[in-house]
């Protein structure tokens, strides 16, 4: 008796566990973009430089628009709905993608070169970014595999919600970069 | 309030902001005043995200099932 | 042979992985119309595909990696000591594997000092030219940092973390396996330095000298942004697993002091060590990519450098000695047979110099040439935390007072302890002083303060544990005699090398410089000298550490007649850590209070002797 309830403990426990910490991977990445961003203000203050600016607001909110379709994906997980969740993560990875590739459209047209300062801190934050970007991508395609091969449920799915946790931790990191690099 | 719900109206709300946001950049001039509505902003879209998409406060309450 | 064929399947798919990174650059390169191979642009991709291919080799891909792909995971299991050379889940065998790698990583270091001291012994130059004579002191800090940042956390706290509050294992424990396993890339990657030139910018990495000095330094920022890497996700398990895996009846009120150092340590390490990292990030970029965030023409800036580098590198000194403050107020306790006093004010000490750590970072750069006005909040701030440093102490020596002492070798070394941070504390107010700083920057006056502090504080903490729970980590005992003898002549040695180096330092003798004034010549063949003795210190170490372990006696479960939980199983622990969980119901250093009781197993037919523990 004793023990079974300190089975039913110990798995209720592990996800609970799994959830902080991977809120303190996310609150140490936070610090990680948080250097790059002080690098940014300590080299060129406020100042900006003549960016696309329709691009970044396009870009910006597409990947804002993949949170929502995230959230979308989890909670249909919740509701034991596989199909929709299946359809919502697919939307999810193409907008991922197409924000890829709207990064990697602003870095061909750039104006400025990475030699200089602010080109320096625009490529190194973006390309730390998009490299999670893409990294998400690819968790999300492992999840939606596993998914399509009838793995999780209402019961069981901490993959999914722990690789959505990631892409909206992804997605505020953007929502920081783009005023510092774009507004600011 | 159903879970769809929020992430239809979140929808709505990030957008906006985003387009407030890229407002302020195109119109506000003084330096310290757009600084400080674009951290304004910026905050306004991260914490519903990380309270509502991210369910943060299941960290201290526990799952919900 | 199962510990061959481990460590050879993680060293060939590693190759696989360093050759198939060289390729995918050949090929880039190759269509973009460059030359196929670029040293530093081709070891950086290798490397980082050859790290891959190693975790995954050395047994990732089984216990984890496979769960990725919707695969059964399973665990190469190996008996008895081949173990060690296996991707474990097992925090015991984890923390043995960090102790092991570490000692050999600080003995290796140590044998730089030496060499070092060698060349110091005359003015001139005798057994190195200046090239060689920075590489070998660059290796030899950096290799010192990893083993002063590693080997208590990573050895001891892994060991006895989950122990003391009574938890199985640590919260992740394939996490776990996966920080100690990106250890022995980075150790290769720092031993194979001197092959590409040697690094020569010390362990800072100043820019610019980092950004055009040869390719060894792509192999430094590598090994260090992996080394980042182990020390982050260890203190994230670290903090989890005290936060959600203490035993019932473990409260934050009755947590031993040592598992409370490394939650505080933890949270250190998670939250600077993407300082050196990123600064490391930054001087890769500006190498392989000719990038400008240190080059002034086009608008970069060194000092962004500094700034980033001690915004860990500050605080990465008191996830260095904290550890240490943790075991020698744990033995200090255990072996006055006294509670700890001012346990709470300890506590609040730890936690005050976790708050105050953060912003302290520019008293490294008071002649850095940063605004002026930044020097008076810095010099007060780093003042400012002798106040709570001091309640470690107050807690120290209050324990101590009036105890009845029982001088066993851990004991001395955490008495030991508490004298040296003082001395380098002392000597830590002279540099964090503007007006003295600005004469004592960058001479052996900071190296004689930075080695009592990290050493003194550190390292002999490190010892004070290794001797206080060899019997419980090995099941047998230590000889007494051997290891006082150590503890004395490491004292008085290590006493005598730094105290008297000092001196030169005031004279104005400049560190991590091959040569100095014939006048200065006695006092550093004194120095020189006493650091010999001090290095032979650790033969006699050794020694008794691999005889003990094979022959020494069969030591009890708790020869210390200690209270904390991990004394109350047998020597060595079993692998589940314990048969029956505990329950805890009092403060773990009553020691002398009536009818006390620390921990009990409810389960167990008896209570095992010594959880009253009340003499
Ligand atoms: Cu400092």
């Keep these: 008796m004793a023990a079974a309830t300190h089975a039913a403990h110990a798995t209720h426990d592990s996800l609970r566990i799994k959830r902080a910490g991977l809120w303190l991977f996310f609150f140490s990445e936070t610090i990680l973009f948080g250097l790059l961003m002080s690098a940014r203000f300590f080299l060129e203050g406020i100042e900006r430089e003549h960016l696309d600016q329709a691009l970044g607001v396009g870009i910006t909110s597409i990947l804002v628009t993949s949170s929502v379709t995230a959230y979308m994906a989890e909670t249909a997980i919740e509701h034991d709905r596989r199909s929709d969740a299946m359809w919502w993560l697919l939307g999810t990875i193409a907008l991922g993608f197409i924000f890829a590739f709207g990064v990697g459209y602003e870095w061909a047209t750039a104006e400025f070169t990475r030699h200089e300062a602010f080109g320096t801190v625009f490529f190194t934050m973006t390309g730390v970014h998009a490299a999670h970007v893409l990294s998400g991508v690819g968790l999300l395609a492992l999840v939606a595999i596993q998914l399509g091969r009838g793995r999780f449920s209402s019961k069981d799915h901490w993959p999914i919600s722990g690789t959505i946790m990631y892409w909206h931790f992804v997605d505020i990191v953007w929502i920081f970069f783009y005023p510092t690099l774009y507004l600011v | ?65 | ?615």
């Excluded at chain 3, 590198?313 to 072996?335: D, K, R």
């Design chain 2, 1 to 65: 309030m159903g879970s769809y719900r929020i992430g239809w109206i979140m929808a709505v709300w990030l957008i906006v902001l985003i387009f407030v946001d890229f407002s302020i950049a195109q119109w506000v001039d003084h330096d310290q005043l757009r600084f400080s509505l674009l951290t304004i902003g910026t905050l306004a879209e991260a914490i519903p995200i990380a309270y509502y998409f991210m369910h943060i406060s299941r960290v201290w309450q526990g799952e919900v099932h």
């Design chain 3, 1 to 615: 042979m199962y510990a061959l064929f481990s460590i050879a399947g993680g060293l060939s798919t590693g190759l696989i992985g360093f050759y198939l990174g060289l390729g995918l650059v050949a090929i880039v390169r190759g269509i973009t119309g460059h030359d196929a191979y670029d040293e530093q642009v081709s070891i950086t991709i290798g490397y980082v595909c050859g790290l891959i291919g190693w975790l995954m080799g050395i047994g990732m891909w089984g216990a984890w990696g496979r769960e990725w792909f919707g695969l059964r995971t399973y665990w190469r299991k190996a008996p008895g000591w081949q173990r060690y050379f296996t991707f474990s889940p097992d925090h015991k065998v984890i923390g043995i594997q960090y102790l092991v790698t570490f000692i050999v990583v600080f003995l290796l270091a140590g044998l730089g000092a030496m060499l070092m001291r060698w060349e110091l012994m005359e003015s001139g130059m005798q057994l190195f030219n200046h090239d060689q004579y920075n590489a070998v002191m660059s290796l030899h800090g950096i290799l010192m940092v990893a083993v002063a940042v590693a080997a208590v956390i990573g050895g001891l706290g892994n060991y006895f973390v989950p122990l003391m509050i009574g938890a199985e294992d640590m919260a992740f424990p394939r996490l776990n396996a996966l920080t100690y396993w990106l250890v022995p890339p980075v150790a290769a990657m720092l031993l194979a330095t001197p092959f590409l030139g040697g690094i020569e910018h010390g362990w800072t990495a100043y820019p610019p000298l980092s950004v055009v000095t040869d390719s060894s330094q792509i192999l430094f920022g590598l090994a260090v942004i992996t080394f980042g890497l182990t020390s982050i996700l260890g203190g994230l398990n670290f903090i989890i697993t005290i936060i959600y895996m203490r035993a019932p009846g473990m409260t934050w009120g009755r947590l031993p002091i040592f598992v409370w150092s490394m939650f505080v340590t933890s949270w250190m390490a998670l939250l600077y060590t993407q300082g050196f990292a990123v600064a490391l990030l930054m001087v890769l970029l500006d190498r392989i990519a000719g990038m400008s965030f240190f080059n002034a023409e086009a608008g970069g800036d060194p000092l962004l450098y500094q700034h980033v580098f001690w915004f860990y590198s500050h605080p990465a000194v008191y996830i260095m000695v904290l550890p240490g403050f943790g075991i020698a107020l744990e033995v200090i306790s255990h072996f006055s047979r006294k509670p700890l006093f001012a346990y709470r004010y300890a506590v609040g000490g730890l936690l005050g110099i976790l708050g105050l750590g953060g912003v302290v970072w520019a008293h490294h750069m008071f002649t850095s040439g940063m605004p002026n006005y930044l020097h008076g909040p810095f010099l007060v701030a780093t003042e400012a935390i002798s106040i709570p440093t001091g309640l470690v102490f107050l807690a120290a020596l209050g324990t101590i007072w009036m105890g009845r002492l029982w001088l066993r070798t851990p004991m001395l070394f955490g008495l030991a302890v508490i004298f040296n941070f003082a001395c380098g504390g002392v000597t830590g107010i002279f540099l964090a002083d503007v007006p003295t700083d600005i004469h004592l920057q960058d001479t052996y006056f900071v190296v004689a303060h930075f080695h009592y502090t990290i050493v003194g504080g550190e390292i002999f903490g490190l010892f004070a544990g290794i001797y206080y729970w060899f019997p419980k980590m090995t099941g047998r005992m230590y000889n007494e005699k051997l290891a006082q003898l150590h503890f004395w002549w490491m004292f008085i040695s290590f006493n005598v090398t730094f105290f008297v180096m000092h001196w030169p330092g005031i004279q104005g003798m400049n560190r991590r410089i091959a040569d100095y004034p014939e006048s200065l010549e006695n006092v550093n063949l004194f120095v020189s000298i006493s650091a010999f003795l001090l290095g032979a210190s650790f033969l006699v170490f050794i020694y008794n550490m691999i005889y003990s372990w094979i022959r020494g006696p069969v030591a009890e479960a708790n020869p210390w007649a200690a209270r904390t939980i991990e004394w109350q199983v047998s020597s060595p622990p079993p692998v589940e850590n314990f048969p029956e969980p505990p329950v805890v119901r009092g403060h773990p250093y009553d020691y002398g209070v009536p009818g006390s009781v620390h921990a009990v197993f409810p389960g167990a037919a008896t209570i095992p002797a010594g959880a009253g523990g009340g003499q």
